[in-house]
């Protein structure tokens, strides 16, 4: 970003939420035992999962009666990514590259973890809730997309110790 972005960024920032009432998380830990997080938010502990993460987005599923659509296994994700035309080699999803797909989805999924990471870079990978957002938008499915970015934001923190060069910067918080 260079800096007149980022004087624009800070100056919208700023417009929203003064930083004076920012709210900052002093500590993260994981619940022993559990799926949830417990965040040190000005000195009062709340304990966060998947569900309470849906609840705070205010997202219920597109058809009301409906239940979420369950996430494809690693096969059916494979062959997702090569009906999007993939043109690199594809094992599993852990060794496919953002620049391997065609224009559209490599822009789609730029954004994506754009939005998730901060990250956009030509060598970028997907972890699978990233490729099943894709998939669910591609597909128009009844996807449960708040449990796919709790489970992302789960991996940025357990993973948040990791060497600050390899580690992703955690837009989440």
């Not at 972005?5 to 993260?28: C, G, H, L, M, N």
């Not at 040190?40 to 569900?51: F, G, I, M």
């Not at 956009?120 to 998939?135: E, G, V």
Request: proline fraction near 5%; glycine fraction near 2%; charged fraction near 30%.
């Amino acid at each position: 970003m260079n800096p007149q972005e980022t004087q624009q960024v800070a100056a919208r920032d700023e417009k929203w939420v003064p930083f004076t009432k920012r709210v900052k998380i002093s500590s993260t830990n994981k619940v022993q035992g559990t799926d949830s997080y417990e965040f040190l938010l000005a000195n009062k502990k709340c304990v966060v999962n998947a569900n309470f993460f849906r609840t705070i987005l205010d997202i219920c599923p597109r058809v009301e009666g409906v239940s979420f659509t369950d996430v494809p296994d690693d096969d059916t994700t494979l062959a997702f990514l090569i009906k999007l035309g993939y043109k690199g080699p594809l094992y599993k999803h852990t060794n496919m590259f953002v620049d391997h797909m065609h224009q559209p989805w490599r822009t789609l999924t730029a954004i994506i973890n754009k939005c998730l990471s901060r990250k956009t870079a030509s060598n970028d990978k997907l972890r699978k809730s990233r490729i099943d957002i894709l998939r669910g938008m591609f597909y128009r499915d009844n996807v449960n997309y708040p449990e796919l970015i709790w489970e992302d934001l789960a991996y940025q923190i357990d993973h948040r110790k990791e060497k600050r060069s390899r580690r992703e910067n955690m837009a989440f918080p």
